[in-house]
Each structure stands twice: as structure tokens, then as C-alpha cells.
């Protein structure tokens, strides 16, 4: 009975939309990489870390909370949900059971918007909607379903965040994009990003200023992660 609540805890709490988006709201360029982490790759897209890592370096650093972000697949997160799953429940009664981190479903989506292909970070969502089955293929959809108008209202309708990926990182400005996802409904940008690869870790000041400031004129959540892609979840590459 308690392994039968334990599962349906860490699984549930993956989904929880309000959880995040009331965590989005207190994001700040301190939140990562100690306290929060939602971009994060794995060998099962482009990164070079296990699933299972992933988990051990969050608990090792931390982390209260954070998303495994593969492209186009929630292979990594099932795998890392699973190895935390039962992480918990060998460590049932322990006080290193606190220290365990929220796991949410994640997926970064490629998505053509003003004629240029963006990038937009799935969260909370069910990872078994039919809304996603397009974007869980392995690669970029076609057709409609790689219009950002299409992936955002897919990723509701699965019932989770939609969230535009580094924005200062396109062939067209934050000032052009920001406002035009905001139209298209998104919900959230990723203010705290490190454009470069910086050791120790930080949002870039610059970019970081010019997201912040749109991200407030149009009322959208901040969201922060490492984009990670290479052995240390403390560092891009």
C-alpha cells in the first residue's frame, strides 16, 4: 500500500500545473542551478548525462525542483521518474527523504513562429495525451503541427505550461518573439539563461534584462534552467 502511494505521489506530482506555475512565479536569476532547474537534456535526446545522474546530481546540489527537457521525447523523464520512485522508497522513513526533489514532466518542442523555428519548453503535463503525440517522435513535426500556435495549444490541452526557450538566441529579436507567443498564448519565457557557457553558472545580465522587462509588460511566468547537455547539471556543456 505505501509503494502504491508513493508511486502515485511522485507520478501525480509530475502533472501538477498550478505546483509549477506558482513556483514560476517566484523564479528569480538566484532560483538556478541550486534551488531549480527546468532545461536539462540526456542521452536519450542530446545530452550526455543518464536519467538516473540527472536525479543523483539534484539530490547531491539540492535541487528542490526541476525537468528533464529532452527534444522531442519524455524517455529521459520516464526513466529518471522511475530511478527516483525508487530512490524514495529505499530511503522510506529516512531524513534523506526529504531532501528529494520534484520531478515534472518536461520536453523542449521545435515550432516554426514569424517564419523562423523557435524552441518551447513543455511542462506539467500528462505525457500520455494524444494533444503530444506529434512532438514525441523522436524529431520536429510537420505540417500544422509545427506551427507554435499548434504546439502551445496542444501542450494545454494536455493540461500542462507552455514556456518559450532562450529567447535571445534567435535569428529575430525578444522584442519581435515575446510578444507574438504571448498572442499565441504562452504562458512563460525563459528569462535566466547563460547565453555563453560561464563557469559557475549565470543568467546572462544583458539578455537577461531585455526578456525580464518584455516578460513583465506582458504579464508572462520566469522560468530558469542550465540547458544542460553535458556531464555537470551545473553547466551547459
Known amino acids: 500500500m505505501a509503494v502504491d502511494l508513493a508511486r ?9 500545473s498550478l505546483a509549477l506555475r506558482a513556483i514560476f512565479e517566484t523564479i528569480t536569476a538566484e532560483s538556478c542551478p541550486y534551488l531549480f532547474n527546468f532545461h536539462i537534456h540526456t542521452v ?4 550526455k548525462l543518464q536519467p538516473e545522474q540527472v536525479i ?3 539530490i ?15 524517455n529521459g523523464y520516464r526513466k529518471a ?37 523557435v524552441h ?14 506529434p512532438y514525441q517522435q523522436g524529431g520536429t513535426a510537420v505540417g500544422a503541427a509545427y506551427r507554435a500556435e499548434r504546439v502551445i495549444q496542444s501542450i494545454h490541452e494536455a493540461g500542462g505550461l507552455a514556456v518559450l526557450a532562450h529567447p535571445a538566441r534567435y535569428r529575430r529579436s525578444p522584442a519581435m518573439l515575446i510578444p507574438e507567443a504571448s498572442r499565441l498564448g504562452i504562458d512563460g519565457i525563459e528569462t535566466y539563461y547563460a547565453y555563453g557557457n560561464p563557469s559557475p553558472w549565470e543568467p546572462s545580465p544583458k539578455q537577461m534584462m531585455e526578456v525580464s522587462a518584455l516578460g513583465t509588460m506582458y504579464g508572462l511566468l520566469n522560468t530558469c534552467g542550465t540547458d544542460t547537455h ?3 547539471l551545473m553547466q551547459r556543456l
Request: net charge negative; charged share 20%.
Open 44 to 47: 536519450c535526446s542530446d545530452g
Open 81 to 117: 521518474q522511475e530511478w527516483l520512485e525508487n530512490w524514495l522508497w529505499s530511503s522510506f522513513d529516512t531524513p534523506r527523504a526529504c531532501n528529494a526533489p520534484t520531478l515534472w514532466t518536461g520536453m523542449e518542442i521545435n515550432a516554426e513562429m514569424l517564419g523562423i523555428e
Open 230 to 232: 553535458g556531464l555537470r
Open 120 to 133: 518551447i519548453l513543455a511542462y506539467a503535463f500528462d505525457p500520455d495525451h494524444g494533444a503530444l503525440r
Open 8 to 16: 502515485h505521489s511522485v507520478w501525480s506530482a509530475a502533472q501538477d
Open 56 to 58: 543523483e546530481q539534484a
Open 60 to 74: 547531491a546540489i539540492g535541487v528542490q525542483g526541476l525537468a528533464i527537457t529532452d527534444h522531442h521525447t519524455v
